[in-house]
């Protein structure tokens, strides 16, 4: 990944100027700024970023810059990378599972806030400091919230959290919850049924919460209106009291999607169209596209000429195939696009700052995109 220091007005501004062959992202740092201020403002507890949606150093940068001060980092990889922008950063190591070694270093980071969700893995944490440290338990529970689930591979079930949570208090930590709605979560529904069973819990076990973290899973734009940020907080933060009441825990969020997936567009160009309709990308599921392999596809695609706009008219559908030789590199659904589209037309996705970049590959050469800020929103 290039980051190149000029800013440009906009995507389509630059697309015009430089008629780029390479895919690239157009970063609007204003649009990750106030996007921040939306949850620090709107969100009534800490929040912290879930740096794994996208580690760039700008999106770092850019959310310490909008008075973001704590992130959710998952490896050693990633606390470093926070510690380069923001030496003081709050690091929450939410990742459940640990090595010995990375438990090591994770206290040399000063970690205050790990999370677990097995007993085992709770007692590889004796020998972390219990000053001021908090452990979160981490909730499972059987229901479909997010476009995929992370709840499936992490989290206890209820009767595994009531043992857990009493010896975090054992041990000496302070005894807090999380969990994870899975990712894309367009239900509030899903916070509240997940709030209202932590509650429970903690009555059961005889433990009071010192706070309460309700992961990431925030909707981003992909389809239809754009989530509405608001109320999923106000419905957080109604449940909170209604399962709660006069005790009730300091709340944490960790976003990721939502935080960042807004403020970066992606550009892609047609190499080639075949006699059968299909079409191939700079760009595909080895890179940038990743995530359609287990979810929809967005609807917030704009295709433009160089020097002649947006094309719109009768739209067409199209199988899709990414740069690389592997038969696999293929969208799994065909894509609605204008019929006249042709080779050289730039295809601007929005919305697509999260789970791009960072899991983009580099098979067969591809995959290297840049980034371009623009100030546009
Ligand atoms: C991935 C992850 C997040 C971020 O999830 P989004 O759906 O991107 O908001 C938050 N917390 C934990 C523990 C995660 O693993």
Not at 45 to 74: H, I, P, S
Not at 138 to 151: T, V
Not at 346 to 354: D, N, S, T
């Amino acid at each position: 990944m290039r980051n190149h220091s000029a800013i440009w007005p906009s995507a389509e501004w630059h697309l015009n100027r430089f008629n780029p062959d390479e895919p690239i992202f157009y970063f609007s740092p204003k649009t990750l700024q106030d996007t921040a201020r939306k949850f620090l403002e709107g969100f009534g507890g800490v929040v912290t970023y879930a740096v794994k949606a996208n580690d760039q150093v700008v999106v770092l940068e850019n959310l310490v810059g909008a008075g973001l001060r704590a992130f959710d980092v998952a490896s050693p990889h990633e606390m470093a990378r926070v510690r380069d922008v923001l030496p003081e950063a709050e690091l929450h190591y939410h990742n459940p599972i640990r090595s010995t070694d990375e438990i090591a270093c994770a206290i040399g980071h000063g970690i205050r806030s790990w999370s677990v969700d097995c007993l085992s893995e709770l007692e590889k944490l004796i020998g972390v400091p219990r000053e001021g440290t908090e452990i979160a338990v981490r909730l499972r529970l059987p229901i479909k919230g997010g476009a995929y689930d992370f709840g499936e591979k992490f989290g206890a079930t209820p009767e595994e959290a009531i043992p857990l949570l009493r010896r975090v208090v054992d041990m000496g930590f302070i005894p807090t919850m999380t969990f994870h709605p899975g990712t894309q979560c367009v239900d509030p529904k899903a916070w509240a049924t997940y709030i209202g069973r932590v509650a429970q819990i903690a009555q059961d076990a005889g433990v009071t919460l010192a706070r309460l973290n309700v992961g990431g899973g925030f909707a981003a734009h992909r389809v239809g209106q754009a989530p509405d940020l608001k109320m999923v907080f106000s419905c957080i933060a109604h449940e909170v009291t209604k399962a709660f009441g006069e005790v009730a825990p300091e709340l944490v969020c960790e976003p990721g999607r939502a935080m960042v997936a807004e403020a970066f567009t992606l550009a892609l160009r047609i190499k080639a169209i075949r006699s059968d309709g299909s079409l191939f990308l700079n760009d595909g599921i080895y890179g940038s596209l990743a995530e359609l392999r287990d979810m929809e596809l967005s609807d917030r695609v704009i295709v433009l000429r160089a020097q002649q706009g947006q094309l719109t008219g009768p739209m067409q559908d199209r199988v899709v195939f990414g740069p690389t030789c592997d038969s696999v590199d293929r969208l799994p659904d065909p894509m609605p696009l204008p019929s006249e589209v042709a080779e050289g037309d730039y295809l601007l996705l929005e919305g697509m700052g999260a789970y791009s970049s960072s899991i983009s590959t580099r098979f067969n050469g591809y995959g290297d995109q840049q980034i371009i800020t623009i100030t546009d929103a």
